[in-house]
């Protein structure tokens, strides 16, 4: 069984600070998605990496995929209180198989 | 807008009762991917199909099953509802089935409620 730990589970930071949120496996995945989930709505894609090392941006959101595609992390830069929600990770390993993080429910305060 | 649908978006009813959720996937996509997600237990994965044929199961009990119809809508029938299952069942949709980069659209969900 392929296991995503995220973290930190919970995270509350003020407007204009910045944050880094981890996605951690011991499996090597062929993929790793970013979601991020509004309470009561579907999880919506942010970005998908593929290459190990892979940094992708979106505007003030940073994506890495580790080197050995076991791990992701995202760095958000002087957050706002629009990206306050859950952000999960998905990694796609053996055929079919998507596995989800339990996610990062990070809270921006204005 | 995701181009996922899925109704009814709420659903309240009794322990013991029988109920199906529905889910029409984007336009053009051949894979439904269906979700259960609850406070405790994050997003685990249900069971998937292609193209009409089941392709991957999940932590998927066994009194729930699911389908997928020739025009690709799909159906989650849940049985002898307990209270634990109430969550929310999300739906979600890719292009292929096979190996790629796996991107899913999910849709808004259905939120079931067992009393």
């Known amino acids: 069984t392929q296991l995503l730990e995220q973290s930190p589970q919970f995270l509350s930071i003020q407007e204009g600070e910045n944050l880094t949120v981890y996605c951690n496996s011991s499996s090597v995945f062929s993929s790793l998605q970013w979601y991020r989930q509004e309470p009561g709505e579907g999880p919506v894609l942010l970005v998908t990496v593929v290459t190990g090392g892979e940094v992708k941006k979106l505007k003030r959101l940073t994506f890495q995929f580790g080197d050995a595609r076991k791990d992701s992390s995202l760095h958000i830069t002087a957050a706002q209180p629009g990206d306050t929600g859950l952000y999960l990770c998905?990694?796609?390993?053996?055929?079919?198989?998507?596995?989800f993080g339990i996610g990062t429910k990070l809270q921006v305060i204005p | 807008d995701s181009g996922v649908t899925q109704t009814p978006k709420h659903l309240i009813t009794a322990t013991g009762q029988r109920v199906t959720l529905r889910c029409s996937p984007r336009?053009?996509?051949?894979?439904v991917y269906w979700y259960q997600q609850s406070l405790d237990q994050g997003l685990q994965f249900l069971i998937q199909?292609?193209?009409?044929?089941?392709?991957a199961k999940g932590n998927i009990l066994e009194r729930f099953s699911a389908q997928q119809f020739p025009d690709l809508h799909s159906e989650l029938n849940l049985s002898s509802l307990e209270l634990g299952d109430s969550a929310l069942y999300f739906c979600?949709?890719?292009?292929?089935?096979?190996?790629?980069?796996?991107?899913?659209?999910f849709g808004p969900g259905t939120r079931l409620t067992v009393l």
């Open positions: 336009s053009g996509d051949l894979s």
């Open positions: 199909y292609y193209n009409g044929e089941e392709r």
């Open positions: 998905a990694g796609a390993g053996g055929y079919q198989k998507v596995t």
């Open positions: 979600a949709s890719r292009p292929g089935g096979g190996e790629g980069e796996n991107e899913q659209f």
